[in-house]
């Protein structure tokens, strides 16, 4: 059984920050990737940032230079701290478990939080 539990969504004015937390708990990935994918009305879902057990990252085009993904391998958690938020970056974000990734390619794993509404208005 995997689950991850999702915080920290909410109401933001542009350029205001938030910090995403997911705690996964009885994974068998833990050695995986984490990540954090968010979906806007009408579009796909997009990859927001991932990361290895080890620590190398990869971002979205859209929020390289205002996002950062960190993670504690010891709880099995994953954050995202968003800064510099615009409008565009409202959605719904989701936790994501068990992906894998390599310098050219990035894919999630197939367990996924329940999501957590980020808006950005003002």
């Known amino acids: 059984q995997v689950q991850l539990v999702e915080s920290g969504g909410g109401l933001v004015q542009p350029g205001g920050s938030l910090r995403l937390s997911c705690a996964a708990s009885?994974?068998?990935?833990?050695?995986?990737?984490m990540g954090w994918y968010r979906q806007a009305p009408g579009k796909q879902r997009e990859l927001v940032a991932q990361i290895t057990s080890g620590g190398s990252t990869h971002y979205g085009d859209s929020v390289k230079g205002r996002f950062t993904i960190s993670r504690d391998n010891a709880t099995n958690t994953v954050y995202l701290q968003m800064n510099s938020l615009k409008p565009e970056d409202t959605a719904v974000y989701y936790c994501?478990?068990?992906?894998?990734?390599?310098?050219?390619?990035?894919?999630?794993?197939?367990?996924w939080g329940q999501g957590t509404q980020v808006t950005v208005s003002s």
């Open positions: 994501n478990a068990g992906g894998w990734s390599t310098r050219l390619h990035v894919g999630p794993g197939n367990y």
């Open positions: 009885g994974s068998i990935f833990s050695s995986n990737d």
